[in-house]
């Protein structure tokens, strides 16, 4: 990494930090979340690159050494959890290594999930208001 700075207010100023192989696919995954959510706004959140949608946070992604990392992991369904078995990080973090091409059709259905599962938590809060 370039630097240690912390405080970044863009996913743009967060990219520049990152060592070339890094940013190549941290911009692919933007793409991809971009591509299944594009009214969703980037952010900077627990200093690493995100986005949120409806006001709920649908992607973090950070650039490590070796990997980029995900967060969270949703539940989605038998298939999904299967697919990203080899993927699977510390705790609800998915890691994708820089020497391989990233999964952007993984990273889509992961995001297609999230905005799911947000979409179900608004829902049943709404219901319990009633």
């Known amino acids: 990494m370039k630097t240690k700075k912390t405080g970044f207010t863009s996913i743009d100023e967060y990219l520049a930090t990152l060592p070339e192989d890094t940013q190549k696919g941290m911009e692919e995954i933007r793409a991809a979340i971009k591509s299944v959510a594009p009214k969703a706004e980037e952010k900077i959140s627990y200093q690493m690159a995100a986005f949120k949608l409806d006001g ?12 980029i990392g995900m ?6 369904d038998a298939a999904f959890q299967k697919e990203v078995l080899p ?15 990233m999964p ?3 990273i889509k259905k992961m995001v297609k999930f999230r905005i799911a599962e947000n979409l179900k938590n608004e829902q ?3 219901g319990k208001k009633k």
């Open 71 to 76: 967060y969270p992991i949703p539940a989605g």
């Open 56 to 67: 709920h946070y649908i992607a973090h992604f950070a650039g490590w050494k070796k990997h």
């Open 124 to 126: 049943a809060k709404s």
């Open 104 to 106: 952007l059709k993984l």
């Open 87 to 101: 993927y699977k990080g510390d705790r609800s973090s998915l890691q994708f290594p820089l020497d391989k091409p």
